[in-house]
């Protein structure tokens, strides 16, 4: 490949490309503030909920199918490929018009990049974040899942995967109390962060009246549900809720949708993960609503 251009050492991290830091980790940096005071902008023990990707400039995001996914999605502003021998053969046996410069880096060189715990498969993309969509763009849908402040990054990586495998419309998440995009949740959405809408809104209780205007059912997935999810009555628009492990969906939101149900297990383990409940409400409304 013309521009493949090889180099004794990646350098940079996530935050900040140019920079070499004295150990590669994914953890954001607190900017100062013109106070002399530490900036806020993330949550103590919980880097993916900082304030924004975007707003800290490209990063990298890192894996084959992740790195796929990314120049496959004509949205995605890309940038610079840092990749090993291997792993350029394999992305070029999948057929993808890689349209950026691209780096000969050894595995050593992309641990510096995205931490040393990360599975990068010997890629590292350099991007941007992607749009972020808005519920306008939720208008002709037909199955949409929100998820009202679930955190974990697995977890929303998971979602999104099932949400593409059950070809959901979109899946929302808060704005706050909730993973930014980065290399976390991108890696495990494992490409599916490319392939789906994700909408962030800042409030999802006016969230849901706001699809309801739009013809949306709401229905929420809660314990205390009236009727399972198999017995619960689904229209041809439909968009779950499912809130947070312990808490579930908050009480103002649960109040603004139009019905609550359950999901009833015939085994010993009463509850299921939230990734696995998202999936298992999304194939129940697809039966439900006579989605092929």
């Not at 013809?215 to 689904?234: H, R, W």
């Not at 019905?259 to 999304?282: C, F, H, Q, Y």
Request: net charge positive; with cysteine.
């Amino acid at each position: 490949m013309s521009n493949f251009k090889k180099q004794k050492s990646a350098g940079g991290n996530r935050w900040s490309p140019e920079q070499s830091p004295e150990r590669g980790n994914d953890r954001p940096h607190k900017k100062s503030r013109s106070d002399g005071k530490p900036s806020g902008g993330f949550s103590k023990g919980k880097p993916w909920l900082k304030r924004s990707a975007a707003e800290d400039g490209p990063f990298y995001i890192y894996g084959l199918h992740t790195i796929e996914a990314a120049f496959r999605n004509p949205e995605r502003t890309r940038h610079k490929l840092l990749i090993t021998q291997n792993a350029l053969r394999r992305l070029e046996e999948r057929n993808l018009k890689i349209d950026v410069p691209v780096e000969e880096a050894s595995p050593r060189d992309i641990d510096k990049l995205v931490g040393k715990d990360a599975v990068h498969q010997g890629a590292a993309l350099l991007v941007d974040a992607l749009p972020e969509y808005g519920p306008e763009e939720l208008k002709d849908g037909q199955l949409v899942l929100a998820l009202d402040q679930v955190t974990d990054p697995h977890n929303v990586g998971a979602i999104l995967r099932s949400a593409v495998a059950l070809s959901a419309d979109a899946v929302v998440t808060t704005r706050r109390h909730a993973p930014e995009e980065g290399p976390v949740l991108a890696k495990t959405a494992s490409g599916a962060l490319d392939m789906i809408k994700h909408v962030r809104v800042p409030n999802m209780s006016r969230f849901v009246d706001e699809m309801r205007d739009k013809g949306y059912q709401a229905i929420a997935l809660d314990s205390e549900g009236p009727n399972s999810v198999e017995n619960t009555t689904f229209t041809d628009k439909t968009l779950l809720v499912l809130g947070s492990e312990g808490k579930g969906v908050r009480e103002g939101v649960r109040k603004n949708c139009d019905t609550l149900a359950r999901l009833d297990m015939p085994g010993e383990i009463k509850s299921l993960n939230v990734s696995n409940a998202a999936i298992l409400s999304l194939y129940v409304a697809r039966m439900k609503m006579g989605l092929s």
